[in-house]
């Protein structure tokens, strides 16, 4: 499974940006699909996520109400929504699949993941 991320760029707070990962190479209805980010010095932690149908999604607390993970099966694509946009919300983001992480949280339970788009968002 490769995993190509897109769409993160320079913004500044409070504005939005919509993030792509496209799958390709394996059955992209069959995998939980993750986002994952890692700012400067900073370990990488998670954002959030989405099961197979789209219809249950997971969400770190410091996102909640601003970003929303979905996905597209037809597409082979997830998305990631980032509105009202932080300083603290800069760094490489990056998605992730798994057939069945044991925690949707937890960055080792992925087995597949893609090169990373950064995004920062100035004061």
């Known amino acids: 499974v490769q995993l190509q991320a897109s769409g993160g760029g320079l913004v500044q707070a409070g504005g939005s940006l919509r993030l792509s990962c496209t799958s390709s190479?394996?059955?992209?209805?069959?995998?939980?699909m993750g986002w994952f980010r890692q700012a400067p010095g900073k370990e990488r932690e998670f954002v959030a996520a989405?099961?197979?149908?789209?219809?249950?999604?997971y969400y770190a607390d410091s996102v909640k109400g601003r970003f929303t993970i979905s996905r597209d099966n037809a597409k082979n694509t997830v998305y990631l929504q980032m509105n009202s946009l932080k300083p603290e919300d800069t760094a490489v983001y990056y998605c992730?699949?798994?057939?069945?992480?044991?925690?949707?949280?937890?960055?080792?339970?992925?087995?597949?993941w893609g090169q990373g788009t950064l995004v920062t968002v100035s004061s």
């Open positions: 989405i099961r197979r149908s789209g219809g249950i999604t």
């Open positions: 190479g394996g059955t992209f209805g069959s995998y939980v």
């Open positions: 992730a699949a798994d057939s069945w992480p044991r925690s949707y949280g937890l960055g080792t339970e992925y087995d597949y």
